[in-house]
C-alpha cells in the first residue's frame, strides 16, 4: 500500500463520537445531546452549524490524558492505513474552554504523540492554531503562548474557524510573532471564501501553505502565482464535498490543481465529521481521476517535502517511500 502523510487534521475534530462519548462519561462532563444525530453520528447541517458541533464535541476533552487518548486513537488508526506522518492543528482555544492550560493541553498531545510512536511507529507533529472568528486579541494571545513556550513537537502557527469574519490584516500581529520566533504558518483560506480571500492571506500573512486554498481554480492568475510561489495546498476532497462546495471527487479541482503546476497534498480535516479518513481520501481520489500508485506517492512525498518537521525527520520520512 502507498505509504501516506497528512498535513491538514484538526486534533479535536478526529475524535469518533464514541470516544467523544467515552470521555464524557469517564469526566462527568455534560454533552450537548444535539451533538448527535440518531444514529449516533454527528449531527450537523452547513459549514457554520458543523463548526458548533464541532466546539460542543470538543468540550468532552477535558484532561491531559483525554487529549493523550484522542492523539493515540486517531494515530491508531491512521497507521493501520499506512500514514507514517501526521500534523496535526490543536486549538488551545478549545482546551481552555474546556479548562484546560496551554501546557496541559500540548503535554496530552505530546504522551499520545510517544504512545503511537513506540506501538504503531507513526510520527506526528503539532500546529497551534487560532481560531478566525473569535477575533484578532485571542489569535494574539494564542500566538505568544507559542512564542513564549517553545516546544519540540509544535512546528507551526495556523488559524482555522470561520473565514468570512475578520480580515487578514487583523491578524498580522499574532502571524508575525510566531514567524518571528521562527515558525511557518499556514491559514484556512479559499475553503469558504474566494480567490480574495486567498490574495488577502497572501499579502497580509507571512504563510508558506494554504488551508484548502482550493477555490484559487476561480481566478488562472492566482493559479499561476501559487505554483510560482511554491506555495503548498493543504487540500481536504472529502470535506469539501461534505460541506457543499463540490458535488464528488470527480469534479474537485485537485487534478487540475496540481496539473498547473500547484504543490498538492491530501487531508482528511475532520474525519468522522465528513465520515472519511486519509486512507479513504487517497483511495477515493485516486479513483476519480484513475490515478496510479506513482502519482499518489508523489502527493505523499509534495507532503512531507512541506511539512513543516525538521529536515532529520523528512529524510527519515522520504526514505520510507
Ligand atoms: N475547524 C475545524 N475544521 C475546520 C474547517 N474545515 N474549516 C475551518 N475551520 C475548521
Ligand atoms: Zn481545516
Redesign the pocket.
Known amino acids: 500500500m502507498v505509504k501516506k502523510a497528512e498535513l491538514h487534521v ?1 486534533l ?2 478526529t475524535a469518533t463520537p464514541a470516544l467523544v462519548r467515552e470521555l464524557a462519561g469517564r469526566n462527568g462532563a455534560e454533552l450537548d445531546p444535539t451533538t448527535f444525530a440518531s444514529d449516533g453520528e454527528f449531527r450537523w447541517d452547513d ?1 457554520w452549524d ?2 458548533k458541533c ?1 466546539d460542543k464535541a470538543a468540550a468532552a476533552i477535558k484532561s491531559i490524558d483525554d487529549y493523550r487518548a484522542v492523539t493515540y486513537d486517531y494515530l491508531r488508526r491512521c497507521a493501520e492505513e499506512d500514514v507514517i506522518y501526521v500534523e496535526t ?1 490543536s ?1 488551545p482555544d478549545h482546551a481552555a474552554a474546556a479548562g484546560m492550560s496551554y501546557v496541559d493541553h500540548l503535554e496530552g498531545i505530546s504522551a499520545g504523540i510517544d504512545d503511537a510512536r513506540r506501538d504503531f511507529g507513526i510520527e506526528c507533529r503539532i500546529i497551534v492554531t487560532c ?2 472568528h473569535l477575533g484578532a486579541s485571542s489569535a494574539t494571545q494564542v500566538a505568544r503562548q507559542v512564542a513564549q513556550n517553545p516546544h519540540p513537537y509544535v512546528v507551526g502557527f495556523g488559524m ?4 468570512a469574519m475578520h480580515h487578514p490584516a487583523d491578524f498580522a500581529p499574532a502571524f508575525n510573532i510566531v514567524h518571528e520566533a521562527g515558525l511557518p504558518t499556514t491559514n ?1 483560506a479559499g ?2 471564501g474566494g480567490p480574495d480571500s486567498i490574495r488577502a492571506t497572501l499579502e497580509h500573512l507571512p504563510v508558506v501553505r494554504l ?2 486554498g482550493v477555490r484559487a481554480i476561480e481566478d488562472d492568475q492566482l493559479v499561476e502565482e501559487l505554483a510560482e510561489k511554491a506555495i503548498t495546498l493543504e487540500l ?1 476532497p472529502g ?1 469539501n464535498i461534505a ?1 457543499g462546495l463540490y458535488e464528488n471527487y470527480k469534479s474537485h479541482p485537485i487534478n487540475r490543481l496540481m496539473e498547473k503546476g500547484c504543490r498538492v497534498t491530501i487531508s482528511s ?2 474525519p468522522p ?1 465528513f465520515a472519511t479518513s486519509v486512507g479513504r481520501e487517497y483511495e477515493q481520489t485516486a479513483k476519480a481521476f484513475g490515478w496510479n500508485e506513482a502519482t499518489m506517492q508523489q502527493i505523499t512525498q509534495n507532503a512531507i517535502e512541506a511539512a513543516f518537521c525538521d529536515e532529520g525527520l523528512k529524510e527519515q520520512l522520504l526514505a520510507q517511500l
Open positions: 484538526h479535536e475534530g459549514f458543523f463548526l464541532y492543528f486549538s481560531v478566525r482555522g474557524g470561520d473565514e484556512h475553503e469558504f488551508g484548502h481536504c470535506s460541506t480535516d475532520d465529521f
